[in-house]
Nanobody
């Protein structure tokens, strides 16, 4: 089994920054891709950013230029650096890792952008 533990969420003022982390543990052989998703109240879960094992990255249009996804393969950990945060970024953020054809999700971490 694979377990994902997210951290780094919280309350931040508009224009502020946060860094989310997602650490994987368990039976990890090869992480193909890691992604961050978010779900705001009353909305569907949406992709924020995704990075593959070869470093190919894609972002949602709404976060391009503000968010940066990265991964540390040696630590089986992924990160999401979020800058210039806006109130519309408020959501529960989830990480997902694609390992040997299976998707594993973290428990989610709340990000609230408010003055």
């Amino acid at each position: 089994q694979v377990q994902l533990v997210e951290s780094g969420g919280g309350l931040v003022q508009p224009g502020g920054s946060l860094r989310l982390s997602c650490a994987a543990s368990g039976s990890i052989f090869s992480i193909y891709a890691m992604g961050w998703y978010r779900q705001a109240p009353g909305k569907q879960r949406e992709l924020v950013a995704r990075i593959t094992s070869r470093g190919y990255v894609n972002y949602a249009d709404s976060v391009k230029g503000r968010f940066t996804i990265s991964r540390d393969n040696a630590k089986n950990t992924g990160y999401l650096e979020m800058n210039s945060l806006k109130p519309e970024d408020t959501a529960v953020y989830y990480c997902k890792m694609e390992i040997l054809g299976y998707d594993y999700w973290g428990q989610g971490t709340q990000v609230t952008v408010s003055s």
